[in-house]
């Protein structure tokens, strides 16, 4: 049986286009910068919460270097002008045993498309089935569209740490 970091999918985006959600790979690397080079201030900062436009190669090499175990990272692809371009990704990082945080990013050219809906779809699978409880997300307040993607999946507030950010859960 497939593990984690083989795990892939066919989809489509809401305008029809098919749309691969498949494990991160470490040569991705290269892909993965070319999506981040283009996606706007605004929604990094979303993800990140800081202005971010560059990494340092020990960040590269956390987002990248992926063990499918505490850490596990899903992309969505799809083809641009015959080649196949990282739209978005998703991931989550095991926090303590059963529970693990979930973010994500989406190229503002995708936005609106159901890429986060995806990604948190095939997240959620990944998730149930390497045993984890609970799935937590952080978010800006502002980031409506992230918030919205949550509730689908029925993430409820908790109360956490930091009063500039929206703390949500979803018991698996």
């Known amino acids: 049986m497939p593990g984690p970091e083989d795990y892939a999918a066919t989809e489509h985006l809401r305008d029809g286009r098919a749309v691969n959600v498949r494990a991160l790979r470490p040569d991705d690397r290269d892909d993965m910068l070319a999506a981040i080079s283009r996606t706007g201030s605004e929604s990094l900062q979303r ?3 800081v202005p971010k ?3 340092s190669e020990r960040e590269i090499a956390f987002f990248v270097n992926i063990d499918f175990a505490g850490h596990v990272a899903l ?3 799809t083809n641009e002008d015959g080649r196949d371009v990282i739209v978005g ?3 989550y990082v095991v926090m303590e045993p059963g529970k693990a945080e979930i973010a994500f990013m989406v190229v503002d050219d995708y936005h ?3 890429v986060g809906t995806l990604l948190m779809r095939h997240l959620a699978i ?3 089935k390497a045993g984890l409880k609970e799935l937590v997300a952080e978010v800006l307040p502002e980031n409506i569209a992230m918030r919205k993607v949550f509730g689908k999946f029925g993430f409820q507030p908790r109360r956490g740490n930091d009063p500039q950010v929206v ?3 979803l018991s698996l």
């Open 47 to 49: 993800r990140f919460f």
């Open 53 to 55: 436009r560059h990494f």
């Open 75 to 77: 992309i969505a692809q």
């Open 89 to 91: 990704g998703g991931r």
């Open 112 to 114: 609106g498309q159901g």
């Open 126 to 128: 990944v998730a149930r």
């Open 167 to 169: 703390h949500l859960a």
